[in-house]
């Protein structure tokens, strides 16, 4: 069984690093923003109670406070695990194209099977296309999720901010687009094989078929090599994003 390590969004931000940092900030914030020690509030004097009004206090109290981020980091999490999700099934689906058999014409039994596999490409290619744009609308997808909190709303701006901050962009988009290279060059492959069923025949050593041809055999291999090269890359991506 292929298991795809959570690679994206762990690191990029937990629940409880939301709610330590943010939390940190804002106390912080609140400090500096106060030029000298605000007298205390003693629950228990008549004189300084409001009747009829809920003490100011009592609503930025810091439990308060926390159930506030604790609502942002719920809803943060919804869209966070969308993305997850929709990662973990497109590195399940990339493994399968990653295997060697893939690169060995002589693994498919007829053109049917090559036929079934660009099938599979082209369910890869629309999982790909998925990540994407749940990657670009991330910021707006936070946005209707964390306002659905009725958190207040520079709260709220700061523990996006928090969030955007924490995923690797620059690797993200580097990923993104050696995935789509990968998969045009696999689609090459597989057209490849389709239109030449039948000239190559078995080999010793699987990753040097015999083609009946030179032209044949120098387009296979100049298709193997991108696929091959495409894919360290794509990997050591996927590596420094889970770092």
Not at 111 to 139: F, N, P, T
Not at 148 to 177: L, Q, V
């Amino acid at each position: 069984m292929i298991h795809f390590r959570k690679r994206t969004i762990q690191g990029a931000v937990t629940v409880m690093g939301v709610l330590a940092g943010l939390g940190g900030a804002v106390t912080q914030a609140q400090e500096t923003d106060s030029p000298s020690p605000k007298p205390q509030i003693k629950a228990d004097n008549p004189a300084l109670r409001s009747p009829g009004k809920p003490s100011a206090v009592a609503a930025e109290s810091p439990q308060a406070k926390n159930q506030e981020l604790e609502r942002l980091a719920k809803a943060a999490d919804k869209v966070l695990n969308r993305i997850q999700s929709a990662e973990s099934d497109l590195y399940l689906r990339l493994s399968y194209f990653e295997k060697p058999g893939r690169l060995d014409p002589n693994s498919y039994a007829s053109k049917d099977e090559v036929e079934q596999w660009q099938g599979m490409l082209q369910q890869l290619k629309e999982k790909h296309d998925l990540v994407a744009r749940l990657y670009a609308d991330v910021g707006k997808d936070l946005d209707a999720a964390l306002l659905n909190t009725s958190a207040n709303g520079e709260t709220a701006a700061r523990f996006k901010k928090y969030i955007m901050d924490g995923f690797p962009w620059e690797t993200i988009e580097k990923k993104n687009s050696l995935l789509a290279e990968f998969i045009d060059e696999q689609s090459k492959l597989l057209l490849f094989y389709e239109k030449n069923w039948g000239s190559w025949t078995n080999a010793s050593d699987s990753n040097k078929p015999e083609f009946t041809s030179a032209s044949a055999a120098n387009i296979y291999k100049r298709l193997r090599d991108q696929i091959l090269k495409t894919s360290e890359e794509l990997e050591k991506e996927y590596k420094a994003i889970s770092e």
